[in-house]
T-cell receptor
Framework: AQKITQTQPGMFVQEKEAVTLDCTYDTSDQSYGLFWYKQPSSGEMIFLIYQGSYDEQNATEGRYSLNFQKARKSANLVISASQLGDSAMYFCAMREGFGYSTLTFGKGTMLLVSP | DADVTQTPRNRITKTGKRIMLECSQT?????MYWYRQDPGLGLRLIYYSFDVKDINKGEISDGYSVSRQAQAKFSLSLESAIPNQTALYFCATSDIQNTEAFFGQGTRLTVV
């Protein structure tokens, strides 16, 4: 079974609108972390936001927020007021446990923002 | 200067050749990783190292080897390159709390 599932291969949104990118995860660990990365066409991986499993509040970083629903095992990324520069591939990832663990990535969602 | 530097950035090599991808970091992190990205598959872990004396296989280690020369350096080798190793390769580092992984710019490798 996939540990990280991103069900939207592609998403379209108009500039200035909000968009939600879906991510569900599968783990039996009580302690884990969830990450979102952005990959523009230039190829680099840009860290956007992190949510720990024990964090009670949803993480926010500027226009990015993470809608964390622990019972549903979902960690959706919300981008408010989309900009043309938000067009990119977005990856959800998970770290299981504390200490010695690695990141497992989903397959990504391509977001296209139109004027 | 970038925190995580990969060299080369682009490489075309022939089938059967040995090739090394290098990674160096200035973050002072103990943990380093090599990932491979293929279209539609996301990033998959090849090898990782939690400190200088530690090397671990990831999900797709066959055909690859690594060397951790120092805390700051972690290189990936393809002993005998094959065309299906054509991909974008990323090196990454993280601190002990693992709340963020820092990625290099990526190495685009083409095996012909």
């Amino acid at each position: 079974a996939q540990k990280i599932t991103q069900t939207q291969p592609g998403m379209f949104v108009q500039e200035k609108e909000a968009v939600t990118l879906d991510c569900t995860y599968d783990t039996s660990d009580q302690s884990y972390g969830l990450f979102w990365y952005k990959q523009p066409s230039s190829g680099e991986m840009i860290f956007l936001i992190y949510q720990g499993s024990y964090d009670e509040q949803n993480a926010t970083e500027g226009r990015y927020s993470l809608n964390f629903q622990k019972a549903r095992k979902s960690a959706n990324l919300v981008i408010s007021a989309s900009q043309l520069g938000d067009s990119a591939m977005y990856f959800c990832a998970m770290r299981e446990g504390f200490g010695y663990s690695t990141l497992t990535f989903g397959k990504g969602t391509m977001l296209l923002v139109s004027p | 200067d970038a925190d995580v530097t990969q060299t080369p950035r682009n490489r075309i090599t022939k089938t059967g050749k040995r090739i090394m991808l290098e990674c160096s970091q200035t973050k002072g992190h103990d943990r380093m990783y090599w990932y491979r990205q293929d279209p539609g598959l996301g990033l998959r872990l090849i090898y990782y190292s939690f400190d200088v004396k530690d090397i671990n296989k990831g999900e797709i280690s066959d055909g690859y080897s690594v060397s951790r020369q120092a805390q700051a350096k972690f290189s990936l080798s393809l002993e005998s390159a094959i065309p299906n190793q054509t991909a974008l390769y990323f090196c990454a580092t993280s601190d002990i709390q693992n709340t963020e992984a820092f990625f290099g710019q990526g190495t685009r490798l083409t095996v012909v």
